[in-house]
């Protein structure tokens, strides 16, 4: 049990870092918010689904009340994530942001 | 406490502060400060005042960003910038900031250390709190049961405060009439203005969950961290979500501006009214334990933690009302007509 949890929480803090790198390095708005978007999710999945199980080292009602809790923080996690990227992204779109593409630029928007 | 975390934290809150006042984009600002108010609560957990981090996250981070927002969404992004040199006036300023801070810090080495036992306040009063809440009034949360019962006066001002500066929003904003009194630009078209159905239908499924939560933070506030501020504010908050993900209009439809007023009015009149309630039955202003009288199947103790359950539904109705209708004010420009 123990082990998995560690796995689990190592598994999160590596998306998180790639999702950190992601934000950091990508060229523009839209892959930048691609990395934000899916790393940021999964992540936060990786780590609150060990803190549901780190609760299960005593088996009893309010652990498990607990656990039920955590989980269901993750769901509304995985609901409102990506509709806020969507959103943003969205709302960047139509406000004309131009996607990067590997052409240079001939004339500058 | 970990000092380490401690310090982490409190670098990151410094650097958000110093970020929100340099940053010269308003909306980067308020992000920022956004960010600035989240790490207070992450302080105010790590030094074991869930309570406060609770309202910290829910009023702070949530509530007062979607504010700024509005605001900066109505004005304007950018910092009015002088150009001319008042070097005399600056240096005014840093010179008077400084003492300020000087007699602060001076102030500061009469405060006792964090946690100290042996000040007047550990050693008398919190013990009395924290060994008898239960044994008086039947709530285990004894931060509710203070804030609630032992500080009931306090916590009724404070409501009347948030009803007041819902009132001087009202005050200042509201245009009954058609004509502009003064012409502000027009504000940004962040949307091309077609519905976006994955937005609309998330948050339509969120909503009700929200709602409950908020519900469950209002009643369950005796056991468990939470109570009417921070629930009034969840409430809030979700038809400000209604509001940004819809149209204006539905909120309208759903909480019109009369609806809103009055509830606000009866949210603070509950809370005065179980006071009066209390005298009329022979106590204290605010004594629930005169309550047992007319509360079937109750003894005194009972009663209190009920009269406690009563004056959060007050402040959660009072606060909810108050926030929707400084954001409606803030985001329409006080007309009404359309908003973010």
Avoid at chain 1, 51 to 77: G, Q, R, S
Avoid at chain 2, 221 to 239: E, K, R, Y
Wanted: hydrophobic letters at 55%.
């Amino acid at each position: 049990m123990t082990i998995a949890v560690i796995m689990l929480t190592l598994a999160g803090l590596i998306f998180f870092f790639a999702t950190t790198v992601g934000i950091l390095r990508f060229p523009d708005f839209f892959s930048r918010m691609h990395a934000a978007g899916k790393g940021d999710t999964l992540s936060s999945l990786l780590m609150l689904l060990p803190l549901a199980l780190y609760n299960f080292h005593e088996f009893d009602l309010a652990n498990m009340l607990v656990a039920l809790k955590v989980l269901l923080i993750a769901v509304f996690i995985f609901m409102a994530s990506p509709t806020a990227t969507h959103a943003i992204l969205d709302a960047g779109y139509e406000a004309g942001i131009k996607p990067w593409t590997k052409k240079p630029e001939e004339e500058s928007p | 406490m970990i000092w380490q975390l401690d310090f982490c934290v409190l670098t990151l809150i410094v650097i958000c502060a110093f970020a929100t006042i340099m940053v010269k984009d308003l909306l980067s600002a308020a992000i920022i400060f956004g960010a600035y108010s989240f790490l207070m609560c992450l302080l105010w957990t790590e030094m074991g005042a869930v309570d406060v981090a609770f309202t910290e996250a829910s009023v702070g981070a949530g509530v007062s960003t979607v504010l700024f927002f509005a605001a900066v969404y109505q004005t304007t992004r950018r910092v009015g910038v002088r150009k001319s040199g008042r070097m005399l006036s600056k240096a005014f300023a840093l010179v008077a900031a400084l003492l300020t801070g000087l007699v602060l810090v001076i102030a500061e080495a009469d405060f006792p250390g964090f946690g100290d036992i042996f000040t007047p306040a550990s050693l008398h009063v919190s013990p009395y709190y924290i060994t008898q809440t239960l044994h008086d009034t039947n709530v285990p949360n004894m931060v509710t049961s203070v804030l609630a019962d032992y500080r009931g006066f306090d916590t009724m001002f404070e409501t009347a405060v948030i009803f007041t500066a819902g009132l001087a929003v009202i005050a200042i904003l509201r245009r009954f009439k058609k004509e502009d009194r003064c012409d502000l630009p027009e504000p940004y078209v962040i949307s091309a203005g077609y519905p976006d159905t994955i937005i609309r239908f998330v948050a339509r499924q969120l909503v009700p969950f929200i709602q409950l939560f908020a519900l469950y933070v209002v009643a369950h506030g005796h056991h468990s961290p939470g109570g009417g501020f921070q629930g009034g504010v969840i409430l809030g908050a979700s038809f400000i979500l209604l509001a940004i993900s819809y149209d204006f209009k539905v909120v309208l439809g759903i909480m019109s501006e009369r609806w809103n007023v009055l509830l606000g009015n009866i949210g603070v009149l509950i809370y005065a009214g179980i006071g009066f309630l209390c005298l009329l039955l022979g106590a204290n202003f605010l004594d629930y334990s005169m309550l047992s009288k007319i509360l079937p199947a109750t003894d005194k103790i009972m009663a209190r933690s009920h009269g406690m359950l009563g004056i959060e539904i007050g402040v959660a109705i009072a606060v909810m009302a108050i926030v929707i209708s400084i954001y409606l004010n803030i985001v329409s420009h006080g007309k009404y007509d359309k908003g973010l």
